[in-house]
């Protein structure tokens, strides 16, 4: 299920969701502009070239062994030789890596590919306004934040000895999702529904929407328990810590903008 918009309005701009969007596209575009790189082989027998996005996401990207300090390779990186598809072409490299808690918030604003950024900034977009329109500005920052720091200490929590770089605003996104069942339960969201060869536009809960939504991540993450290869690399937990803690604390951040609200006039702006 796609969302393309809700029916629930809103009384200010959208300032902090529009600077996200913006600072995660611009890093989108800076990372896959980066020229190829010569990094050191592992095994110290010579360099191999990597795609400077790849370089990146392995510098930047948190790596769960390094938050427990319980890496068995230090500053270990696997990727593929740079212009190549082919999963043969693995290369084990070595990387510098940031500290671990920049890892933490840089890896929040860094993504895999196109779709990955889009789909993530797309439900942003729907589902922002509305959790950011709850509170103030700088509540709403600190409540995406603490999101994304939630679902990577989820995932962590998981797997403390993997060596596998995570990224994606995917987790704090989770946390907006998580804010606005707890916030507009009863609204509607007009939802594009893939249908085979067809696309079926329908006016849905917006609770149906984000209860199915979290109910797959946590089958999808439970399967990938059992068997790690039906995963395919995607980091259900982050998305499962990041819900619940959106969820959690949406209520405690949004209620002094409510206080505050009170007695002003019942103008809005259609999101």
């Known amino acids: 299920m796609i969302p393309l918009r809700d029916n629930v309005p809103t009384l200010r701009r959208p300032i902090v969701v529009w600077a996200l969007i913006a600072i995660n596209v611009a890093i989108f575009l800076f990372s896959i502009s980066r020229p190829d790189l010569s990094l050191p082989r592992y095994d110290r027998e010579g360099t191999a070239r990597v795609s400077g996005f790849d370089a990146i996401t392995l510098e930047f990207g948190f790596t769960p062994c390094e938050l427990a300090s319980d890496c068995e390779r230090g500053g270990y990186g696997e990727t593929l030789k740079a212009g190549s598809g082919n999963l043969d072409d693995v290369v084990e490299v070595r990387v510098e890596r940031q500290p671990v808690w920049l890892t933490l918030v840089s890896a929040m604003f860094m993504h895999g590919g196109w779709l990955h950024l889009i789909g993530n900034m797309l439900f942003l977009f729907v589902f922002g306004n509305n959790v950011e329109d709850a509170m103030s500005r700088l509540r709403f920052l ?4 603490l999101s994304g720091l939630a679902a990577s200490l989820t995932q962590f929590a998981i797997d403390a000895t993997s060596e596998v770089p ?41 609770a149906f929407v984000l209860i199915t939504w979290f109910g797959l991540q946590v089958l999808d993450g439970s399967a990938g328990l059992v068997n790690p290869d039906v995963s395919f690399g995607i980091a259900y937990f982050a998305h499962i810590g990041g819900f619940v803690a959106g969820f959690l604390l949406a209520w405690p951040l949004a209620r002094a903008m409510a206080g505050r609200r009170r007695g002003r006039p019942p103008t809005a702006r259609l999101a």
Do not use: C, D, M, W
């Not at 704090?172 to 529904?193: D, E, K, Q, S």
């Open 142 to 145: 600190l409540f995406y934040l």
């Open 166 to 206: 995570n990224i994606g605003a995917s987790g704090a996104i989770a946390g907006v999702l998580g804010g606005y069942l707890l916030l507009h339960p009863r609204a509607r969201v007009l939802t594009a529904v893939p249908l085979l060869v067809f696309i079926y536009l329908a006016e849905l809960p917006a």
